[in-house]
C-alpha cells in the first residue's frame, strides 16, 4: 500500500523503498571504472555520473530519501542523483508512459508493483535478474511478497522498494466504552460486520469502520484477502477469465452488509485521508490499513489495538502492497550508477534506516534481524503484527491487464458501497469488463 494506492494503495507518503542487500551488486567496483569512462552515456567531464530518480514521495518519506542520497553522494563522489522532476507516486504511471514515448525517461522511478507489468514492456525497463543472483544478500532471503512484486513472466524488473501488508487497527477506547472484548486473531468477517454494527452510533457520527469509495486501487487491494480465503484468484489458470467470478459475489456480501448497517464511512476522495481523519479524531472503531499509518495513529494519541485480518476460514490470510524502483536504461554508465545507488539503497542498513523513519516493514529477514529494527518493533505496539503478516502475506499477480482487472472491481465495490448495485450485479458487470480486457494481446 506506504506511497498511496498501489498498492497496497497506501497514501503517497507511503513510498517506502527497502530491500536488505541482496542488491549490493558485486558489480560495484566495475561500475566506477565504466562511470569515468562513458562520457556518451552520462558522464561529465570530470567522470561524475548524474542520475535523474522520480520518487514519488512527499512529507516525512521525502526527508528521509534526500538524506539517504545526501549519504550515498558522501560515500560515491563519482554519483550525483538528482531528486527534481516526476511527480506524486499517484500520478508516476502516466508521467513514466509519457515521458517513454517522448524519449526522455529518468533512471530510476517510484513504480507501484500493480503497475509494474504495463511498465515492464518497455525495452527501456533493465531487467535486474543477475543483479539480485549476484548479491551477497540471498535473493531467498527476501519476503515471498517482495520477490514476487518484482518478477514479471519469471524475470525480476525492478527492485523492491516498500513492503507492507493489511491489518486491523482499533480504537480500544471506543471498545471499552462500547463493552466489547478487542477482537483477536482469528476472528472472522461476519464477526467483523457484527463489531462494526455494535460500534456505530448515526446521531453521534460514530462509524464502526471505514472503506474507501474512490474505486482506484486502494478500494480494491482490501477485497483480495476474501476472495484469497475463498479459495478464488484475480486471473483464472486460462488466463482468460477473471478467477474470482463466484468468490467475489461472496466477498462482496460482507461490504454490502456494512453498507446495509451503515457501519462503513464510505471516503470519497482519493488517498484515504478523510477515513484516516475519522479514525484519528475518535469516531471510526475499526480501520484496515497497514504499517504506514501507526506514527500518525500515535501521534494523535489514540489507544489503538493492532488484530490481523479477518478471514472466512479462520486462517491468516492478508495482502501485501510492495512497491517498486524501477530503473531505465539511459546508457551504460548511467545504467550502472542506478545499480549502484539503488544497491546501496537497499541494504540492510539503509533498508531499516528507511523503514523506521518513513514507515514501511523490512524487504528482508537480514533487515529485519537489525538491532535497530528490533527495537523499533519493541517500542511500537502492533507493529509486529503486520511484520509476522507479511510472512505469509499475497501480492496480486504481475499481469498487465491488472490495472483493467482493478479498475472493474473498483466501480463493483462502489456501487455496492453506495447501494446502486447487488453483488451479484456488480460481479457480472465487473466479469464482464475484466474479462474483454483479458482477451486483449500484450
Request: charged letters at 20%.
Amino acid at each position: 500500500m506506504a506511497a498511496v494506492s498501489s498498492a497496497v494503495p497506501r497514501p503517497t507518503r507511503r513510498g517506502v523503498l527497502r530491500g536488505g542487500g541482496a542488491l549490493a551488486l558485486s558489480a560495484a567496483a566495475a561500475t566506477v571504472a565504466g562511470c569515468a569512462a562513458d562520457t556518451a552515456a552520462g558522464a561529465g567531464a570530470d567522470g561524475r555520473i548524474t542520475l535523474q530518480m522520480w520518487h514519488g514521495q512527499t512529507d516525512t518519506a521525502a526527508t528521509v530519501i534526500k538524506k539517504l542520497v545526501a549519504d550515498f553522494e558522501r560515500a560515491h563522489p563519482h554519483i550525483r542523483v538528482d531528486l527534481g522532476g516526476g511527480v506524486l507516486a499517484d500520478s508516476m504511471l502516466q508521467k513514466v508512459t509519457a515521458a517513454l514515448a517522448a524519449g526522455a525517461y529518468p533512471d530510476i522511478a517510484y513504480i507501484f508493483g500493480s503497475d509494474l507489468a504495463s511498465v515492464a514492456r518497455s525495452p527501456q525497463v533493465i531487467d535486474l535478474t543477475s543483479m539480485v543472483a549476484e548479491g551477497p544478500t540471498r535473493w531467498k532471503n527476501y519476503w515471498p511478497a517482495a520477490r514476487e512484486a518484482v518478477t514479471v513472466n519469471g524475470r525480476v524488473r525492478a527492485v523492491p522498494a516498500v513492503l507492507d501488508s493489511l491489518a486491523v487497527v482499533c480504537n480500544a477506547k471506543l471498545f471499552g466504552a462500547a463493552g466489547l472484548p478487542l477482537p483477536e486473531a482469528g476472528w472472522t468477517w461476519q464477526e467483523f460486520v457484527e463489531t462494526a454494527r455494535r460500534l456505530t452510533h448515526a446521531g453521534g457520527g460514530a462509524f464502526g469502520t471505514g472503506w474507501p469509495g474512490t474505486g482506484d486501487e486502494d478500494t480494491v487491494w482490501r477485497l483480495w484477502p476474501m476472495i484469497w480465503d475463498l479459495g478464488g484468484e484475480v486471473i483464472a489458470e486460462d488466463g482468460k477469465h477473471i478467477g474470482f467470478a463466484e468468490t467475489g459475489v461472496r466477498a462482496l456480501e460482507v461490504v454490502h452488509a456494512l453498507a446495509r448497517d451503515r457501519s462503513v464511512y464510505i471516503d470519497p476522495k482519493p488517498g484515504s485521508e478523510q477515513m484516516y481523519q475519522v479514525f484519528l479524531s475518535g469516531r471510526m472503531a475499526m480501520v484496515p490499513t497497514g504499517p504506514w499509518q501507526l506514527p500518525d495513529i500515535t501521534q494523535a494519541g489514540v489507544d489503538y489495538h493492532v488484530v490481523p485480518l479477518p478471514s472466512f476460514s479462520r486462517r491468516p490470510v492478508t495482502i501485501s502492497g510492495p512497491d517498486t524502483w524501477t530503473l531505465f536504461d539511459n546508457g551504460g554508465a548511467r545504467a550502472a550508477a542506478a545499480r549502484t545507488f539503488i544497491g546501496w539503497l537497499t541494504q540492510p542498513a539503509q533498508d531499516v534506516r528507511w523503514d523506521v523513519e518513513a514507515g514501511s516493514l523490512p524487504l528482508s529477514r537480514h533487515s529485519q534481524a537489525l538491532p535497530a529494527w528490533q527495537r523499533h518493533a519493541r517500542d511500537t505496539p502492533g507493529l509486529p503484527v503486520f511484520t509476522k503478516a507479511v510472512e505469509t502475506a499475497r501480492v496480486r499477480p504481475a499481469h498487465p491487464s491488472y490495472p483493467q482487472i482493478s479498475q472493474a472491481l473498483g466501480q463493483a465495490i462502489v456501487a455496492v458501497l453506495l447501494g446502486k448495485s447487488s453483488p451479484v450485479e456488480a460481479i457480472r458487470s465487473c466479469a464482464q469488463e475484466a474479462n474483454a480486457a483479458l482477451l486483449i494481446p500484450r
